[in-house]
């Protein structure tokens, strides 16, 4: 399996991870009125959940493979592009 | 000391700095030396995302529902988890085809349709209206409280006349001659704006440093941290709803604005505009994929505490929560905090209108105005010098006249609404162009009609269950209109259409406008066929990672144009100075001459085209390009014809290609075979030979010596039995070797008769032993015996194997050495064989014939003419004889002399069961 699959595999898992975790049902679990640390439950998984997605995000883009990277000619149009000569 | 003409200074001179900044990196883009050109000023020109709505709004909607503001983030954070699959795609797609807007993205997806773009454009300008007509209000809002310092008055509670006449239409002026100036100085072959660019980042940092100075003050100041502010509010029930999601039990909304968003960020006109069309390094996206989330959580990250300290402190209600944000530092006599949260908010405000202006104005241009105009023949347009003026200016009037619609839409009807349920309006409105773009770069069969009809129901139904209801609201339609339906059809109700009820509104029309909007797009696209335009443009974007270099395009264009005229035609729309450069450019990197050559070629034209579809968009620039290429243009059906050949020549090459290397492999088969046969012939012809020539030697004696006794009767008794003894023996002879010959033959044919039993070997091999001992008694040879005492039963031939022994042994006597030659014959038990070897002090066999002896007639002979020995048959009997048994025949020889003849045969398996079984 070569790495630009690999990217898309992880994306799309993230993706739907993201979807179920910013959603309810699973943001029921955390509605009720208890706190933590004096602090709502709701705000505090909320944003816990985000900086986790963004976190997750951040270390697939850093290991992610170029887009389209199985045809490496496809780089060059934006390089043959008439905007770069002529704007 | 916060007077008026502070606060007014200041937000000139910060609105000043804004455009110095504009300037410089125009400059800066000029000399090439981009300023705009790396990932982190990429992502805060993204952070556009964050207007009035997030600066004001949200804390006004998190007083009134909670976390309910919260999804607006989380759902552009999805969108980003995608970035990877998802927006680079759509910034590849952007740059190949030079859109200069997401009507030109959509009208160029389905076949270049210059209706598809206008109806983008009409529901874009009408969807954003109500976007820009919220950060108007916020901005005059927030400047008309702030004025009002030191006391905290709502604009509505006031009693005296404003201090500034119509605050909201000063603002909407100030931000059109603003926008005039950043987006339409001039007309940009590539659509880019390198300065504004730079100054919307500049901006997001300002809003995020002021909003993040407001909710330290709130949180640190006011209260002791967060934990005391969460628990002071605990102590109010009212408050403590908050906290919660969906506390009013919609979680359906939640769901909804989840949705609205993610599809907000891509489909926004200004999202658009910065993510794709101003991207200058799709490379920039790696970063910008978690730093602009990233952005997001820490804008929102005090939005609660700032509500719920607000909500704490003005708790008679007497302020609005949309000025929250403002309105708490002026409360506690924080002037410099108060300047720096309005300077944040208007930094907020102004920047989603430049960019939403701008991007508005290019689609108005390109999509709506230009076309028509173009196709207006009696303005000859067409025959015109320079253009760039025309169009400057009917960007100019659009961005005032968006404006203008902005200020009427807040000022008749957008009063009585808080800032976020006008933004949702604008969210629900460009939600519909998702089905059509999302569609559209992964789906080759979605059609224009499909896209047209889709976004038309969609937009319809957005403009029944959510911009009539708001008019409604305001008093500009009766309010019977949603209660009891238009006409009082209770079935019609713009807030439970069809009798749908139960749900809020905003999830209500999403509903039924997607049903609409996706309903007609895949339905239509699943019946209609699509134009080969549309064809070849699906194929352009779906596979635009897999598509090559821009010459693909060459060859729609067969004819040809003269270099002149479309060095003209460029030069109306373009602007005569950058068409010199771009054509300059064009012929430097391809080593052309423009001066002598005359005709442009097919990449010219297309190269032409692009370059004004960054212009003018490309359904226009097609028009354009046409009227001026002579040559026709190839039709679709035939490029596709030609596609079609192509591809089907490629496969049938592949195919060749493929079978070809079957034909070789099968060759080399073959010859294998032919050699193998060849072979096999020549062994046949040697075999018959040889054949004839055994079998006529021991004839030729015996019918010579038979002559011998029928021709002299008168010899003597003892030669006469000397004769006859030859005579025996020849026949003798001759009897073996054809018997031999039949064997052979029958066991390679495999009718030889087995008669396979289990037999003792050691028996066998005394009686072979004992059935040779003739051999000795001729020749002065030693036979040498030694063999264990047991040796384990074998299932063969017991004929058979004391034929392989004898003829062994027979060898081994043939060709020991004289005088004192010896044979020894040895069996030794291996683990599942025993192994029975015939030594003899012979002169051994050379190592390259150790294999050929075992065929048939391969002798070795030390010279050509020597006589054989034997038939030649022997051995080769003995190698079948022995591999039917199921072991092994070989030759040893060392350079001492003497060869080693061993085979082994496999000992009984019912006897090794047997002994298994004890």
Known sequence: MNRASITRERSVALLIAGLLLFNPPLLLVFAGDSSLFGAPLSFLYLFAAWAGVILLVAVIARRSAPPGEADPQSRQQAANDPGQSGG | MLQSWVILLVSLGYLGLLFAIAYYGDKR?????????????????????????????????????????????????????????????????????????????????????????????????????????????????????????????????MVDAPVIPDTALMVAMAMAVFAILFGTRHIDASEHHEGMVAAIAFESIVKLIAFL???????????????????????????????????????GQWITLTVLSMAAIICLPRQFHVAAVENVDEGHLKKAAWLFPLYLLLINIFVLPIALGGLLYFSNGSVDADTFVLTLPMAEQREGLALLAFIGGLSAATGMVIVAAIALSTMVCNDLVMPVLLRLTWLRLTERGDLTGLLLAVRRGSIILILLMAYGYFHFIGESYTLVTIGLLSFAAVAQFAPAMIGGIFWK?????????????????????????????????????????????????????????????????????????????????????????????????????????????????????????????????????????????????????????????????????????????????????????????????????????????????????????????????????????????????????????ELRTPLTSIRSFSEILFDRPELDDDQRAEFLGIIIRESERLTRLIDQILDLARMEAGHMDWRMADIDPRATIEEAVAASRGLFAENPTRLDIDLPDELPVVHVDRDRLMQVIVNLISNAVKFCDRPDGWVRLTAEVRPAFIQITVADNGPGVPEEAREVIFERFRQVRETLTQKPHGTGLGLAICRQIIDFFGGRIWVESDTSGGARFSFTIPTSVRMAMAEGAE
């Open chain 2, 445 to 693: 069969g979605a059609t224009a009609a499909g896209a047209f009809v889709g976004l038309c129901a969609g937009f319809v139904v957005w403009v029944y269950t959510l911009l009539l209801p708001s008019f409604a609201l305001s008093g500009w339609l009766p309010v019977s209109f949603i209660e009891e339906g238009p006409f009082g059809i209770a079935l019609l109700k713009p807030y439970a259409l069809f009798g749908l009820a139960g749900f809020d509104y905003l999830s209500h029309s999403l509903f039924w406008s997607m049903l609409a909007n996706i309903g007609a797009y895949a339905g239509l696209s699943l019946v209609r066929r699509q134009s080969a335009l549309e064809r070849v443009q699906a194929t352009r974007f779906v596979d635009v990672f897999r598509l090559t270099g821009a010459s693909g395009e060459s060859a729609f264009w067969r004819g040809s144009a003269t270099v002149k005229d479309l060095r003209d035609l460029l030069a109306r729309f373009v602007g005569k100075r950058r068409t010199d450069r771009a054509l300059s450019a064009y012929a430097g990197a391809r080593g052309l001459n423009f001066g002598k050559q005359r005709e442009a070629d097919s990449e010219l034209v297309n190269f032409a085209e692009r370059l004004l579809a960054g212009v003018i968009g490309s359904a226009s620039a097609r028009v354009m390009v046409g009227s001026v290429a002579k040559g026709e243009v190839v039709g679709m059906e035939e490029v596709l014809a030609i596609l079609h050949e192509t591809s089907e020549v490629i496969e049938y090459s592949h195919r060749v290609e493929q079978k070809s290397r079957e034909l070789e492999i099968a060759t080399t088969e073959l010859r294998a075979a032919n050699d193998r046969l060849k072979e096999l012939d020549r062994l046949k012809d040697d075999f018959l030979s040889t054949i004839s020539h």
């Open chain 2, 213 to 251: 100075a407001v909710g330290l003050f709130v949180t640190f100041t006011l209260h002791d941290g967060f934990g005391d502010l969460f628990r002071k509010a605990a102590q109010d029930p009212e408050l403590t709803k908050l906290f919660t999601v969906g506390a009013d039990g919609s979680y």
């Open chain 2, 29 to 157: 883009a000029d000399a090439r030396r981009s300023l705009i050109n790396n990932p982190y000023i990429y992502t805060l020109s993204i952070a556009v995302y964050a207007t009035s709505w997030t600066f004001y709004g949200s804390v006004g909607r998190a007083a009134s529902s909670g976390l309910d503001f919260l999804p607006i983030y989380l759902g552009p954070t999805l969108t980003f988890v995608a970035w990877w699959f998802l927006l680079t795609k759509i910034i590849r797609i952007t740059k190949a085809n030079r859109i200069t807007s997401i009507a030109d993205f959509i009208a160029s997806r389905y076949g270049k349709s210059t209706m598809l773009g206008g109806l983008v454009t009409v529901i874009a300008v009408v969807g954003i209206t109500p976007y820009i007509a919220l950060q108007l209000k916020a901005v005059s809002t927030s400047l008309t409280v702030l004025m009002q310092y030191p006391s905290v008055v709502m604009p509505s509670a």
